[in-house]
């Protein structure tokens, strides 16, 4: 059965965006190579990326997409490649079709869909984000490993992507120079 992979960044307050969904705060910090080739490195055990409306019409996917095309030659551009070419599913209510290369909209019940497509054969299945959409998926209890990017910047206010007591169990932990922990976490 495939694994439902959840990567995303975090404030050390414990936000995933501000109030009204800001991620400038990401790459305050900066590069720092180990962290990406991680990041890259869980793309490539992934075929199937997970979306949910927000982000996927934020402009997400064409960014991605035109850093992939066009971006210079490095380890953001072999990221953006490795996004580009996942399949998306993008969790809608409202849209049934939404822009960009390898997309593809599910309308249905989150918790049948996922577990469909855990059942099906091939490689992991990542999920970025958003936070409404992330936060579904946490109290469906459909997330089987949580890659959580703490970053060293603390905003005060935000949106938090865990609505309820969850316990973990953190798994490992990698610090990273430019300050970034990545603390790999399973269901308690």
């Not at 850093?67 to 998306?88: E, M, S, Y």
Request: net charge negative; with cysteine; glycine share 10%.
């Amino acid at each position: 059965m495939r694994k439902l992979k959840l990567q995303i960044q975090m404030t050390v307050d414990g936000f995933a965006a501000g109030p009204n969904g800001e991620n400038d705060w990401v790459f305050i910090s900066g590069g720092d190579e180990a962290a990406l080739q991680k990041i890259i490195d869980l793309a490539d055990s992934s075929d199937t990326l997970l979306l949910g409306r927000k982000l996927a019409q934020s402009g997400f996917i064409d960014y991605w997409q035109n850093l992939a095309d066009n971006g210079p030659d490095g380890q953001q551009r072999t990221l953006a490649q490795r996004i580009a070419g996942l399949h998306k599913i993008i969790f809608s209510h409202t849209e049934t079709a939404i822009s960009g290369n390898n997309v593809e909209v599910e309308n249905g019940d989150l918790a049948s869909a996922v577990q469909a497509l855990k059942n099906q054969p091939g490689k992991d299945i990542l999920v970025y984000g958003g936070v409404d959409f992330v936060s579904s998926l946490i109290s469906l209890n459909l997330i089987d490993e949580y890659f959580i990017i703490t970053c060293p910047v603390a905003i005060g206010s935000g949106l938090s992507i865990f609505k309820e007591k969850k316990i973990l169990k953190l798994e490992s932990s990698i610090a990273y120079n430019n300050g970034k922990v990545l603390n790999k976490y399973l269901p308690a």
